[in-house]
């Protein structure tokens, strides 16, 4: 996954999330359809926290997914009979849950020289259709999952499905500190505002 700065340059999320790690109090907010990407992005900045190198007093995380209970065009079943799918939502479901867990057993259970470690996880009735990450209350990265038809494996065999590829998405960065302050500081103040209200 990269991300957007400027037309022609495209670097990594994950050294954005580590240096979010060097201030005090650290707040990370996701909303998307899984949270596979900052469960990889953790992983440093909480061996680092571990060996002493990181020293955090306190990190929140929030995460907000959608209900993969509930009827959605994607992710869904592709090819000769498409549609809504219980076991291709369950298929994501799956995924979203199990990384849910790990960031949660890492930030619980990894962080034990930070004195206030907060994690939470929220379902919400809206397909998410892209991605938004909210680092410190300073950055935003946001993009379009971009939909690619896939055949993917349920109960062993292929199912061929509309997929929303987290790892394709571009993202674009907006920041407090942009050179057009009002551009980036009004769309952090939004992004923040809409993930809060949820």
Known sequence: MYVREQPDQAVGLRPHIEKAFERDSVTIDLAGLTNETLLG???????????????????TIRVL??????????????????GDDP???????????????????????????????????????????????????????????????RDVEIDG?????????GKDTVLFHHSISDDDRATGSQYVDQARRWFDSL
């Open 41 to 59: 992005a953790l992983e440093e900045p909480i061996d680092r926290i571990r060996r002493g190198r990181l020293t955090p007093q306190a990190i």
């Open 65 to 82: 997914l959608p209900d993969l209970s509930q009827p959605m065009a994607v992710p869904s079943r592709a090819g000769k009979d498409p």
């Open 87 to 149: 076991a291709v939502r369950g298929r994501i479901e799956k995924i979203a849950h199990r990384s849910a867990g790990e960031i949660l057993h890492q930030i619980r259970g990894r962080t034990r020289p930070v004195s206030k470690v907060s994690a939470e996880l929220r379902v919400v009735g809206l397909p998410m259709m892209f991605k938004l990450y909210a680092l410190n209350e300073e950055e935003v990265f946001f993009g379009f999952y971009p939909v690619v038809e």
């Open 157 to 165: 065999r292929p199912v061929s499905t509309f997929d929303a590829v």
